[in-house]
């Protein structure tokens, strides 16, 4: 049987979800099961989301755009918004018992050229990493106090 899920949404589920799914999942660790969806899925995974995950070693494998109401039959423990939009179209999930709401600024509107919209990308991933390495280290402290 599979963990209970920490879902992480936010409208396009092409950049930010994704970011912080991997980031999320890597501090996690065995034992947690980590997912990300959109409101409104762009069908695809930003290729500088993915350079930007790759630049600190987190493998992008497997990362594809879905839906959230693909998780709704689903166990889903804690739900994360991380924009505006998708805090507003979150439904209730089956057995969720928290939610949190940490907006980031979405790096796929940045402008400029590669180089430029790439150096967003690493600030918001930078500001992902610090915001989801938080909360799991507090999550892995709990579960090592009831150990």
């Given at each position: 049987m599979k963990p209970p899920a920490i879902l992480i949404?936010?409208?396009?589920?092409s950049c930010r979800s994704h970011l912080a799914e991997a980031i999320l999942r890597r501090a996690l660790g065995d034992g947690f099961r980590v997912e990300?969806?959109?409101s409104n899925p762009a069908g695809y995974v930003?290729?500088?989301a993915i350079r930007a995950l790759e630049e600190i070693g987190i493998?992008?494998?497997g990362h594809h755009s879905?839906?959230?109401?693909?998780?709704?039959?689903?166990?889903?423990?804690?739900v994360i918004t991380v924009c505006g939009n998708a805090d507003q179209a979150c439904p209730m999930f089956p057995g969720q018992m928290n939610r949190h709401h940490w907006p980031f600024d979405d790096p796929a509107h940045a402008t400029g050229n590669e180089e430029e919209q790439f150096a967003v990308f690493r600030r918001v991933r930078d500001e992902i990493l610090k915001v989801f390495g938080a909360y799991a280290a507090g999550r892995l402290d709990g579960m090592n106090r009831i150990i």
């Open positions: 949404l936010c409208t396009g589920n990300s969806a959109g930003h290729p500088l493998d992008t494998t879905k839906h959230m109401n693909g998780f709704l039959e689903d166990q889903v423990e804690t």
